[in-house]
């Protein structure tokens, strides 16, 4: 079964920049396209940004772009998000998701969740 396993949250300062890991393990994640979401407590999961399977293609959320950069290395198991020029509204809780077959914006598209990292900006 697979699993995922965020990383590289903190308290960070505003204007800052911050990246995230994803590591996979249980199966290679070259069998997924990957997504990253956030929470906001009282919100729903917002969708930021994927990337398929071979890392040839990536989708932004409006909002994620510019800021935020989706990457993956397929060797090492794991998809990352850079965050540049943190504001106080990105303090979320963010989240990796891994696709077998859909790769876009759609949480139910994707098969696996990991528990999550917080992230919190600092004014």
């Known amino acids: 079964q697979v699993q995922l396993v965020e990383s590289g949250g903190g308290l960070v300062p505003a204007g800052g920049s911050l990246t995230l890991s994803c590591t996979v393990s249980?199966?290679?994640?070259?069998?997924?396209?990957m997504g990253w979401f956030r929470r906001v407590p009282g919100l729903n999961r917002e969708f930021l940004a994927a990337?398929?399977?071979?890392?040839?293609?990536?989708h932004y959320a409006d909002s994620a772009e510019g800021r935020f950069t989706i990457s993956r290395d397929n060797a090492k198991n794991t998809v990352f998000l850079q965050i540049s020029n943190l504001k106080l509204e990105d303090t979320a809780r963010y989240y990796c998701?891994?696709?077998?077959?859909?790769?876009?914006?759609?949480?139910?598209?994707?098969?696996?969740w990991g528990q999550g990292t917080q992230v919190t900006v600092s004014s």
């Open positions: 249980g199966s290679s994640i070259s069998s997924y396209a």
């Open positions: 998701a891994a696709g077998r077959d859909y790769y876009g914006e759609i949480e139910s598209g994707y098969d696996a």
């Open positions: 990337i398929s399977w071979t890392g040839e293609g990536t």
